[in-house]
Each structure stands twice: as structure tokens, then as C-alpha cells.
């Protein structure tokens, strides 16, 4: 019997909110509303409980995840939360400053709302880019560039670090992409690029994505062949598994895992790390809001689509 590596991830009820994509196969919009409060004299009266004698707020569990649009509070998919003494789970860099986070960084956060508000205090963030690596092309006529094996689409929305359009890249550069996954694997939609100028571990590449087609030493992660041989696992407690694993150990499929390694000439990734424990928590009766591109599933299910790697149910709306 294979033993299997956990996936850390549960399911709750999903509300897509703000949804983009170029060539979507499937574009739906649908909004999180949100009723506020007011208190007995028509002021907006959030904060405070009891007449604002300071008692404790009655709060909702809550899980966001999408690009992050303001900072200080964080803003995502609609919510607002503050980050004070809270960290972040950031790339294989482990836990950081909530304040190292960026517009455009992609993050999955859970928190406690204030009752019938989107706004709230957050409890864990995990921010994580989609690619970090050599440019291997570019395309300024469609605003394209290959990087890792992984296609990216920049439009005017993708906050540019370091450099100030598509014409300025150059195969060999390095580039770091946070973004979201589109409909077919190996794409990315880019909402913040960072054009690398440091030279630490030039060689050194990640990805982030859904691990299929698993093996004992290989998987597939977001288009792009792994091999695990000589990797180190990394569980979300910490612990380290070092190679090689025990017999017959893989990680489970359809676990999301960032991997860091190595590029050969075909195109592959010798996986000299694997984090897993990334997928976002999301108790059971969160409130859920998710900022992402909708694509049909595959199969294709009546009434169901898919935003990354969460199912959405979308027959009630």
C-alpha cells in the first residue's frame, strides 16, 4: 500500500467574486453581497457591540483568496483585514512579515469578520508565486512570456516591477510571476511580475501548482514534469522528510505543492524541495470569496466550474 503525503485542505461553500481572463472558455461574474449594519441611530456601527461599551464583536470565520489589492488593511477578493503581528507564508522563504506582501502577490488568507461587514482581522496568510525562473521567450506582440516551461499573459492590469514593458525582457533573464491559473494548464494570467536582479541561486527554479500524474518519483505540476528522487518534503508543521522518502511514498494527487529544483535541457524540474500544506483551510461554514478565472471542468459537471483548483457549485445562482 502507497503511503500518501496530506493534503491539509478541506472544502466549504464557494462564492466566486471579481473574475477575469483573455481567452477564457468560460467568464462568469458573480458577487459576494455584503448587508451592513446600522446602529439604532443610523450611524454604521461596526466595531463595537453593545451600545459601543467595547464588548467582544460577534465575528463569521472567513477565507479570501485572490490578488491582493490594497495593502494596510489587506485587500482581497473583497474583503478588507487587517494584518498587524499577523505572518505570511511567503514562497519556500517560510514564514515572514505580513508587511513583505506586494500589490498583485497572490495570497489565500483566512480571518474573522466583523458580523455582516467584509472587513475583519486576518489569522493566516499564504502568499506564493506562480513562477521563479529564466525567461526562455518573449512575445511582445501578444504580451507573452515562457518561463520554466510555463506561459504567462501580462496585460495592462499586471503591476510590472523592475522593468516597464514586455519589450524590455530577454530570454535568459530572471523573472518571478504571481498570477492566476487559467483554463488550460502551464498559463498564467500575471498579476504582479518582478523582474529578478539579484544573482542568488541563479540556478535555482519554483512552481507552484496541482501535483497529477504522481509517482514515487515523478508528477506533473501545472504542465511541467517533476522528478522527486532527491527531493526534501516539507509538511506545513515544519518537519522536513529528506531523501530519499520511504518506499513507495508519493505526494497525493491533485495536492497544490510548490516545487523548487533544478532545470535540465528538456525542460524538467529536478526537485530538490517540495512544500506541501499550501492549499488555503477553509472551515466548514466559512465564508468564502474568491477572485479568480473560471474555466469548465474537466470533465465537464451541469451546474459545477472550476476557479484553480476549487469546484464551485454555481446551480443555485
Do not use: W
Given at each position: ?160 516591477e523592475n522593468f516597464p514593458s514586455v519589450t524590455a525582457l530577454k530570454p535568459g533573464d530572471r523573472i518571478e510571476v504571481y498570477g492566476l491559473q487559467q483554463a488550460k494548464a502551464g498559463r ?130
Amino acid at each position: 500500500m502507497k503511503n500518501y503525503l496530506p493534503t491539509f485542505m478541506t472544502r466549504s461553500q464557494c462564492l466566486p467574486s471579481r473574475l477575469h481572463e483573455a481567452n477564457a472558455v468560460l467568464i462568469i461574474s458573480c458577487f459576494l453581497l455584503v448587508f451592513m449594519l446600522a446602529s439604532c441611530d443610523g450611524g454604521a456601527d461596526t466595531k463595537v457591540g453593545n451600545g459601543g461599551t467595547g464588548s467582544p464583536v460577534p465575528s463569521d470565520a472567513a477565507a479570501s483568496s485572490g490578488p491582493v489589492t490594497g495593502i494596510s488593511p489587506l485587500g482581497v477578493a473583497g474583503t478588507s483585514l487587517d494584518t498587524v503581528n499577523v505572518n505570511a507564508l511567503l514562497n519556500a522563504a517560510g514564514t515572514r512579515p505580513s508587511t513583505e506582501i506586494r500589490l498583485g502577490m497572490t495570497v489565500d488568507a483566512t480571518a474573522d469578520l466583523f458580523t455582516g461587514t467584509t472587513e475583519g482581522k486576518a489569522k493566516i496568510i499564504v502568499a506564493q508565486s506562480a513562477v521563479r525562473g529564466p525567461i526562455t521567450a518573449v512575445d511582445s506582440a501578444t504580451q507573452r512570456i515562457t518561463a520554466v516551461g510555463i506561459v504567462t499573459q501580462i496585460d495592462q492590469n499586471t503591476i510590472l516591477e523592475n522593468f516597464p514593458s514586455v519589450t524590455a525582457l530577454k530570454p535568459g533573464d530572471r523573472i518571478e510571476v504571481y498570477g492566476l491559473q487559467q483554463a488550460k494548464a502551464g498559463r498564467i494570467q500575471a498579476t504582479r511580475a518582478t523582474l529578478l536582479k539579484d544573482a542568488a541561486a541563479p540556478d535555482t527554479v519554483e512552481v507552484l501548482g496541482i501535483a497529477t500524474n504522481t509517482t514515487s518519483t515523478t508528477s506533473v505540476v501545472n504542465g511541467v514534469t517533476i522528478t522527486s528522487t532527491s527531493a526534501q518534503v516539507v509538511l506545513p508543521n515544519g518537519v522536513s522528510l529528506s531523501a530519499p522518502l520511504p518506499p513507495n511514498t508519493v505526494i497525493a494527487a491533485n495536492t497544490r505543492v510548490r516545487i523548487v529544483g533544478t532545470l535540465n535541457s528538456a525542460g524538467d524540474i529536478a526537485a530538490t524541495q517540495i512544500i506541501v500544506g499550501l492549499s488555503p483551510t477553509r472551515d466548514v461554514g466559512a465564508i468564502v470569496s474568491i477572485d479568480g478565472i473560471v474555466g469548465i471542468m474537466t470533465p465537464p459537471v451541469a451546474g459545477m466550474v472550476q476557479i484553480g483548483e476549487d469546484k464551485i457549485d454555481i446551480s443555485g445562482l
